[in-house]
């Protein structure tokens, strides 16, 4: 399989394809578009960080003060997320029921991961859910804050996780 380096050039030109073409977009209008581009960010975020194991996206999207709540319940900053990324090794990456809730220019993204792989020392993560703040200015996405949590076995059983 090709390996590749997103960065948020190539996403933008992908985001613009996207728009252009009205794949993926949801609807019509500035915000729709605008929605779908952050949904293709977050996702891409989660590939190249869980999957590829690369950092420069991560690194141009997050804002300086970024902080993470880990599975487990550590709250890590900018540079400590960019350094776990090595932690992972991961064969693929699922995204899916992802939902924004937007008020005015601040976003909150929700979902589930899926990873096939695992990450040292804790091993392998049944799913987790995931919520992710981004903020829009100057016409860019910047990631503010996530927090993941592994799905609880009896959620998973009822499909509410």
Known sequence: MAEFTLSRAGLIGAAAFTVATGAGAQGSGNQDASEADLLALNEALFQSMIVQKDATLF??????????????????????????????DAASITVSGQE?????????????????????????????KHMSVYEYADGEWRLISRALTPCAEMLVKLDRC
């Open 59 to 88: 690194n141009e999207v997050a804002v300086e003060d970024f902080t993470v709540l880990a599975p487990g319940g550590m709250v890590e900053g900018k540079a400590r997320a960019a350094a776990g990324i090595a932690a992972w």
């Open 100 to 128: 924004v809730a937007r008020h005015s220019e601040v976003a909150v993204v929700t979902g589930r991961l899926d990873i096939d792989g695992t990450m040292k020392p804790v091993g392998r993560w049944g799913p987790l």
